[in-house]
């Protein structure tokens, strides 16, 4: 039960941000964005960390992010190979437009639902995330190799 819920949750994840390529984005890009925007002062190792991606998956990301003008890395108080990222206005602009995406694409999934089935989808969608809180730690903040001794993410 447990596996074949996790393997909806992707396939769900992707409906409800399929409108992202309208954006010029792919699911990564935003996620990593998002990641950023509501974790200010993170580092690349931190987001490697918490997604489970690799390394130079990530730079690369990050450079096309950095280009478009939506994040930045500065260098502050730290080793120059671990910059600090930080969202730009356009950005977050950006990320705003992309959540009210979602909250519609959410929105228009459910509707089809009877009331009695959203109020129970709700209901599951809390508990679920109580429980991968448990799971999932939160993102860490800029000591990912003393938390994390995989140095291979």
Excluded: H, W
């Amino acid at each position: 039960m447990i596996k074949d819920g996790l393997r909806r949750i992707n396939p769900a994840t992707a409906i409800f941000g399929g409108d992202f390529d309208y954006l010029g984005y792919t699911f990564n890009k935003m996620n990593i964005r998002g990641t950023i925007v509501r974790n200010p002062g993170m580092i690349a190792r931190d987001i490697c960390r918490y997604n489970v991606i690799d390394r130079g998956y990530l730079s690369r990301i990050l450079k096309k992010l950095e280009q478009k003008g939506l994040i930045l890395r500065t260098a502050e108080r730290r080793p120059p190979f671990e910059k600090i990222l930080s969202v730009t206005p356009l950005g977050e602009k950006a990320y705003s437009e992309a959540e009210l995406l979602v909250d519609q694409a959410i929105a228009e999934r459910i509707s089809v639902m009877r009331e009695s089935e959203r109020e129970a989808f709700y209901c599951g969608a809390r508990e679920l995330l109580q429980y991968m809180k448990k799971i999932v730690p939160d993102v860490p903040k800029g000591n990912a190799d003393e938390e994390n001794p995989r140095k291979d993410i």
